[in-house]
């Protein structure tokens, strides 16, 4: 059984589109979506440096453009389907929830939305290494920050105001190796996020919305969503709640995936899988080099 995931914000690197881009077609779909959303993601997926695509107004559009591009180079049938944080959009697009353009525009929302609100206090993420979260989670309340994102494997990301962030790197929960400031502009999944959600609640009443034709499983708590209209309300309320990959990787364990393909740019998920779901065989498209590999690995698992 295939689970095909999609990476959130801070995969993105400078230039990593560059190469999918001599794909057949991928230019022109890339040059229409950014007339559809007034952004040169073509740009900024290949010439922009990594401080202008940690921009959240562009980092966002970039990934979900990425992923659609590499999943229709792909062009796999997974039995599941998920995404990380903005990861979900490509997610909901991939599932036939909403078309690709649709994507694209309430991306481009989503993104400004956030970056608007990141503007307001300066704020920001940190992923913390090892540690119980039973330890890190209640430490992490007590300086004030939030548990944006519990990514399992032993990793938790906390999310709050620069200054919260330099408190933690004070003052590490026991059992932490390691605290990484994260290439995001903003404490994403958090209260500070909350006026991006009322700018995407007054978006979507134009979407046109379908119900999802494989399970998809929200990154809110892990559970398979089955109406288009319960995964779209997820994905406006998900800016200002965390981010639970734990439970999602739980759920793929026991759906019986055997295999997990990690769209572009992957790597962040696929290291995740790696160490909590042993056994499962894993790949991460990279660049356009990989998609045989990928091919190969779905030919053995995609049949359930």
């Given at each position: 059984?295939?689970?095909?995931?999609?990476?959130?914000?801070?995969?993105?690197?400078?230039?990593?589109?560059?190469?999918?881009?001599?794909?057949?077609?991928?230019?022109?779909?890339?040059a229409a979506w950014s007339d559809a959303i007034g952004?040169?993601?073509?740009?900024?997926?290949?010439?922009?440096?990594?401080?202008?695509?940690?921009?959240?107004?562009?980092?966002?559009?970039?990934?979900?453009?990425?992923?659609?591009?590499?999943?229709?180079?792909?062009?796999?049938?997974?039995?599941?389907?998920?995404?990380?944080?903005?990861?979900?959009?490509?997610?909901?697009?991939?599932?036939?929830?909403?078309?690709?353009?649709?994507?694209?525009?309430?991306?481009?929302?989503?993104?400004?939305?956030?970056?608007?609100?990141?503007?307001?206090?300066?704020?920001?993420?940190?992923?913390?290494?090892g540690g119980d979260p039973d330890v890190t989670i209640?430490?992490?309340?007590?300086?004030?920050?939030?548990?944006?994102?519990?990514?399992?494997?032993?990793?938790?990301?906390?999310?709050?105001?620069?200054?919260?962030?330099?408190?933690?790197?004070?003052?590490?929960?026991?059992?932490?190796?390691?605290?990484?400031?994260?290439?995001?502009?903003?404490?994403?999944?958090?209260?500070?996020?909350?006026?991006?959600?009322?700018?995407?609640?007054?978006?979507?009443?134009?979407?046109?919305?379908?119900?999802?034709?494989?399970?998809?499983?929200?990154?809110?708590?892990?559970?398979?969503?089955?109406?288009?209209?319960?995964?779209?309300?997820?994905?406006?309320?998900?800016?200002?709640?965390?981010?639970?990959?734990?439970?999602?990787?739980?759920?793929?364990?026991?759906?019986?995936v055997t295999a997990l393909v990690e769209l572009s740019?992957?790597?962040?998920?696929?290291?995740?899988?790696?160490?909590?779901?042993?056994?499962?065989?894993?790949?991460?498209?990279?660049?356009?080099?990989?998609?045989?590999?990928?091919?190969?690995?779905?030919?053995?698992?995609?049949?359930?």
């Amino acid at each position: 059984m295939l689970v095909l995931v999609a990476p959130g914000q801070g995969a993105q690197t400078p230039g990593f589109l560059t190469p999918w881009l001599d794909l057949p077609g991928a230019a022109d779909r890339i040059a229409a979506w950014s007339d559809a959303i007034g952004l040169d993601l073509a740009h900024y997926g290949t010439r922009a440096d990594a401080d202008q695509i940690r921009d959240t107004a562009v980092a966002q559009p970039l990934l979900v453009a990425a992923g659609l591009l590499s999943a229709a180079a792909l062009d796999a049938s997974p039995s599941v389907i998920a995404g990380h944080s903005v990861g979900e959009i490509t997610a909901a697009a991939l599932a036939g929830v909403i078309d690709d353009e649709a994507a694209l525009r309430f991306v481009r929302t989503r993104g400004l939305g956030m970056a608007e609100a990141a503007a307001v206090t300066e704020t920001g993420m940190a992923a913390l290494l090892g540690g119980d979260p039973d330890v890190t989670i209640p430490h992490l309340e007590k300086l004030g920050l939030t548990a944006a994102n519990v990514n399992g494997s032993g990793q938790i990301v906390a999310a709050g105001t620069a200054a919260q962030i330099a408190a933690l790197e004070a003052d590490q929960p026991e059992g932490v190796r390691r605290v990484v400031a994260l290439k995001v502009a903003g404490a994403f999944h958090t209260h500070h996020m909350a006026p991006a959600v009322e700018k995407l609640r007054a978006a979507v009443g134009d979407l046109t919305v379908s119900d999802p034709t494989v399970r998809y499983v929200s990154n809110a708590d892990g559970h398979t969503v089955a109406t288009g209209t319960e995964v779209i309300a997820r994905l406006v309320g998900q800016v200002a709640n965390p981010v639970r990959w734990d439970l999602c990787m739980e759920t793929f364990q026991t759906l019986g995936v055997t295999a997990l393909v990690e769209l572009s740019p992957g790597g962040t998920l696929t290291g995740l899988a790696k160490r909590a779901l042993p056994g499962v065989k894993t790949l991460a498209l990279k660049t356009p080099d990989d998609l045989d590999a990928a091919r190969a690995l779905i030919s053995e698992h995609a049949g359930a």
